[in-house]
């Protein structure tokens, strides 16, 4: 089973930029689907972003379309997400997951594994 590992969460400053990692087990992770989501306090998960082996991707387009970026580095096993213009209302737990090799889905339940999660406060 794949074991996630997020990080480059951080407390900032509206407007500000933070980029997500999440590395994953070698030879494995690079054939799965693999998502973004975050959760505020009080509040459902939400998806954010996700990205297909192929780099097929899909994102949150209400919520972040335009100031986040997923991406993928095969060779480092690693997912990443780049967060610009970042707004108080981004703030939340950001969890990356993965799903069996396919499109990426917008939904929850279609992912197996999950990281920790890594905190990210945006102050205006």
């Known amino acids: 089973q794949a074991q996630l590992v997020e990080s480059g969460g951080g407390s900032v400053q509206a407007g500000d930029s933070l980029r997500l990692s999440c590395k994953g087990p070698p030879r494995a992770f690079m054939w799965y689907t693999t998502g973004w989501f975050r959760q505020a306090p009080g509040k459902e998960r939400e998806f954010v972003a996700a990205i297909a082996r192929s780099g097929h991707t899909a994102y949150n387009v209400d919520s972040v379309e335009g100031r986040f970026t997923i991406s993928r580095d095969n060779a480092k096993n690693t997912v990443y997400l780049q967060m610009n213009s970042l707004k108080p209302e981004d703030t939340a737990v950001y969890y990356c997951?993965?799903?069996?090799?396919?499109?990426?889905?917008?939904?929850?339940?279609?992912?197996?594994?999950w990281g920790q999660g890594t905190q990210v406060t945006v102050s205006s």
């Open positions: 997951a993965c799903a069996q090799p396919g499109n990426p889905s917008r939904v929850a339940s279609s992912y197996e594994t």
